[in-house]
């Protein structure tokens, strides 16, 4: 459970992440293929070069998805209800892949916000990341 500052450092960052999406998104999966090859295999529709088309819409897609957790974040199971199908059902992505995103959003965000991305905000930003891995994959069987 996020404290009440931790929600703040969380929303605070989402604000300034949200005219963005697409650029830092698209930056977190760049760093997730290069860094973790096999995430990749996911995504073999996708042209993954570095920066591609494809990589910044989807990558915009994930951190929407994660401004919209941020806006309901007393409430992610309802609000994430519809892609936490999708992740478990359709995709089956392998649970462990979360973190290695989560990870390398923290990461863009480190880099892109140094000043804003104290010790405390990243660890409010593990958590929540945590939290919203955990619901995306609440469902798998
Ligand atoms: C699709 C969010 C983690 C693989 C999506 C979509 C969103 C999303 C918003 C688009 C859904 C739609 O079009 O209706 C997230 C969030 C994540 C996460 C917030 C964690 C913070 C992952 C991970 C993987 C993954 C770890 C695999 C490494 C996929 C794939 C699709 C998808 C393959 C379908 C792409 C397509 O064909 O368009 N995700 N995702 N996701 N996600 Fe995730």
């Known amino acids: 459970v ?5 929600k703040a450092l969380v929303v605070g960052l989402c604000g300034k992440i949200s005219g963005q999406c697409d650029a830092l998104g698209g930056e977190a999966l760049d760093r997730l293929f290069a860094s973790f090859g096999q995430t990749r295999t996911y995504f073999s ?4 070069s570095p920066g591609s088309a494809d990589v910044k ?8 998805a994660i401004g919209e957790a ?5 409430s992610m199971d309802q609000a994430l209800s ?10 089956r992505v ?13 990461t ?7 000043a804003d991305f104290t010790p ?11 939290a919203v891995s955990a619901v995306l994959t609440s469902k798998y069987r």
């Open 108 to 114: 863009v965000l480190a880099a892109h916000f140094p």
């Open 45 to 48: 529709h996708f042209d993954l």
């Open 94 to 106: 392998d649970p462990g892949n979360f973190q290695l995103l989560s990870h390398c959003i923290q």
């Open 70 to 74: 941020a806006k309901h974040i007393d």
């Open 57 to 64: 819409r989807h990558g915009g897609k994930v951190l929407s």
């Open 82 to 91: 519809k892609l936490s199908d999708l992740h478990a059902y359709n995709l």
């Open 120 to 130: 405390q905000c990243q660890a409010a930003w593990d958590k929540f990341l945590a």
């Open 2 to 6: 996020l404290s009440a500052e931790e």
